[in-house]
């Protein structure tokens, strides 16, 4: 069987997802988040403004979707009606960018980060910390620099 391509056009395609028979994904470097059938229907679900670099994703049981920011230590969540908010500021315990994500079946989400300020010199090495009970540190924000779309294209 000859591999054929589902979609194309894409900027920089990460963090691939299967949820509710579509796979989800990352298209970094055009800041959105879309999502594409066996058939090649694909939907921008979320198109992000500038401040925002999607990374990473995962599902919480109730089937939002967490987004990792890669340029600042942030988890957002999209609800399934399509709003976006700030869930959680990593800001005081990743070192350097977020990368990818995991949510594991009781929606305890799992996130990388690059291990490095971006500085020329060594960031001082630091113990990796896992937090079994974590709570958002942060109440969710009204106002973020994300809009949800729901335009539909063939590619």
Do not use: K
Not at 31 to 39: F, G, K, N, P
Not at 135 to 145: F, L, V
């Amino acid at each position: 069987m000859e591999p054929t391509p589902l979609l194309d056009g894409l900027r920089f395609a990460e963090c691939p997802r299967w949820h509710d028979d579509r796979l989800w994904f990352c298209d970094m470097h055009a800041r959105r988040i879309m999502t594409v059938d066996e058939h090649g229907h694909a939907e921008t679900v979320v198109q992000f403004a500038r401040g925002v670099t999607p990374a990473g994703l995962g599902f919480l049981p109730d089937g939002s979707l967490l987004v990792v920011n890669l340029e600042r230590p942030v988890i957002l969540r999209r609800t399934v009606d399509g709003a976006v908010t700030e869930y959680a500021d990593l800001t005081s315990l990743a070192v350097g960018p977020l990368n990818d994500l995991a949510v594991d079946r009781h929606g305890r989400a799992y996130v990388g980060s690059s291990g490095t300020d971006g500085s020329t010199s060594r960031s001082a090495p630091r113990r990796a910390r896992a937090l079994s009970s974590w709570s958002r540190r942060t109440a969710p924000r009204e106002s973020s620099p994300v809009r949800s779309t729901r335009r539909t294209a063939r590619s």
